[in-house]
């Protein structure tokens, strides 16, 4: 069966400091992965995705980036912080278009 | 107009009622419809997905979908406490892009 897993699981950065939230997925092959970010109140919103190693598709352009190294490996990064960058992370992945949620990372920019 | 509104609640009811979730949406070329359970701190679990309009049923779990009214629903008949979650609709067009579109989530508390 698939598994996904997200690390690390909390996480609290001060404002200006880099980020690197992983993503890895197992028991499947040729993924479609996605970044979500979760904020209160504002629901999913769709950062990344990638439907292949080294193809990132933006939806919402702003100080985070993302890379598929991997074929089932998702990173989302960031030189600077920025308050506004806290919030629940999470990372998905697909065939077709069911999507199957990790646990999330929980980010707290001080 | 946003393309998929979801009352965000939160919706209190006694253990043993029926629980109906609702969720509009606009454009006319969504085909398949989904619906998520999100436990807090946690991320969202895939419930049930439909194609298309009518019924579909899993346990004490209904989907429907009206495509003339665009309008989907979840039902929960005998809710339990641990339905206690935020549930989300989502919905997808079927062009090919894998693109999900989410409502916001109404959260869901079922009262011993």
């Known amino acids: 069966s698939q598994t996904i897993h997200q690390w690390p699981a909390t996480l609290v950065q001060p404002v200006g400091s880099p980020l690197s939230l992983e993503c890895t997925v197992e028991g499947t092959s040729n993924p479609n992965l996605y970044w979500y970010r979760q904020a209160a109140g504002r629901g999913l919103q769709l950062l990344f995705y990638?439907?292949?190693?080294?193809?990132i598709s933006s939806e919402v352009p702003q100080n985070l980036s993302a890379s598929r190294p991997q074929d089932r490996q998702f990173i989302l990064s960031s030189k600077k912080l920025l308050l506004s960058d806290s919030g629940f992370y999470l990372c998905?992945?697909?065939?077709?278009?069911?999507?199957?949620f990790g646990p999330g990372t929980r980010l707290t920019v001080t | 107009q946003k393309e998929v509104e979801q009352d965000p609640g939160p919706l209190s009811v006694p253990e043993g009622a029926i629980v109906s979730l609702n969720c509009t949406y606009s454009?006319?070329?969504?085909?398949?419809f989904m619906w998520y359970r999100q436990y807090s701190r946690k991320g969202p679990e895939l419930l049930m997905y439909t194609y298309s309009s009518g019924n579909k049923e899993d346990g004490r779990f209904t989907a429907q979908v009206d495509k003339s009214s665009k309008y989907i629903s979840l039902f929960i008949r005998d809710s339990q406490p641990s339905d206690s979650a935020t549930y989300l609709c989502a919905v997808y067009s079927g062009a090919g892009s894998y693109q999900l579109t989410f409502g916001k989530g109404t959260k869901l508390s079922v009262i011993p």
């Open positions: 998905a992945w697909a065939h077709g278009y069911e999507q199957y």
């Open positions: 990638s439907v292949g190693i080294g193809q």
């Open positions: 454009n006319s070329a969504f085909q398949y």
